[in-house]
């Protein structure tokens, strides 16, 4: 069984649980994906998601300390997502992420980045507004190097800390020119989100747990989405999604770490009207 430290897989599998109780069934079968579906899904009932969900990472992924992960999900009508959840089946905090919406949506687009910790299924579990399960699986091989969940942050210690907080967000494609309009944007926190695995060479000790623990993006006073991480997102938290405009002016999103660090910053995204 791989080791998972309790202080980076339980705030996320409590969240997914909150979200989840009922009956067993699974897609591809790891060792660890019975227990994964139990804790986090309470056991209950996942369907087959294709042709509702889509899930792209890379087979061979270049680097395994940040490998894309995106999911594109379209329900039949009439229905709407709920949750969303990133799962690495063999990494030590196998709930990457989960993605409460904000919006009663049917169709939604989300990607991030994560580590990969050795050769492993991944998985995007979608749960709708009237609580079914979808599931769609990929098996990720690992390209070799070390474990990417103790492996040392890249760059300068010292620049990444100066650099803790700032934030990025850019519109993917063409941006929005009024209400009612899909659009795209990807979002960019620096930070180091420390695994709690990683020895330092110089003191010998691990350096302590530091992950980004939640992450909100608000249009207005309208919630697209919140965000649960957990240490299997990647350094440097990057979430990539789709809204539909509702005539404000400006994203605001806001992001929080194990901590208490806490950043907020707004965003034009176009027009408000």
């Not at 904000?102 to 609580?131: K, P």
Request: proline share 7%; with cysteine.
């Amino acid at each position: 069984m791989v080791r998972r430290p309790a202080s980076s897989l339980f705030p996320v599998l409590l969240l997914a649980a909150a979200v989840c109780t009922g009956f067993p069934v699974a897609g591809l079968t790891s060792d660890t994906w019975p227990s994964i579906h139990a804790e986090a899904f309470g056991g209950r009932s996942i369907q087959d998601g294709r042709g509702i969900v889509k899930l792209t990472a890379p087979y061979r992924p270049e680097d395994v300390r940040s490998v894309p992960m995106d999911a594109d999900i379209k329900l039949p009508q009439g229905r709407t997502i709920k949750a969303v959840s990133f799962v690495v089946d063999m990494n030590p905090s196998p709930v990457a992420a989960v993605f409460r919406m904000g919006e009663a949506r049917s169709a939604v687009h989300l990607a991030t980045r994560i580590r990969l910790d050795q050769q492993s299924d991944v998985r995007v579990i979608v749960e709708t507004d009237d609580g079914t399960l979808y599931m769609a699986e990929q098996l990720v091989k690992f390209a070799g190097g070390q474990a990417s969940c103790s492996a040392p942050p890249v760059g300068d210690p010292a620049e990444i800390a100066a650099n803790m907080g700032k934030m990025d967000f850019a519109t993917v494609g063409t941006a929005p020119t009024g209400s009612h309009q899909t659009a795209r944007a990807r979002y960019d926190l620096n930070h180091p989100n420390h695994t709690g695995m990683v020895l330092d060479p110089v003191t010998l000790l691990y350096i302590p747990l530091l992950m980004v623990e939640r992450i909100e993006a608000r249009q207005g006073d309208t919630v697209v989405f919140e965000m649960t991480g957990s240490i299997t997102l990647a350094q440097n938290p990057a979430v990539e999604f789709d809204f539909v405009t509702n005539g404000a002016a400006e994203m605001t999103i806001s992001a929080r770490d194990t901590s208490g660090g806490t950043w907020t910053r707004s965003f034009p995204i176009g027009p408000a009207g």
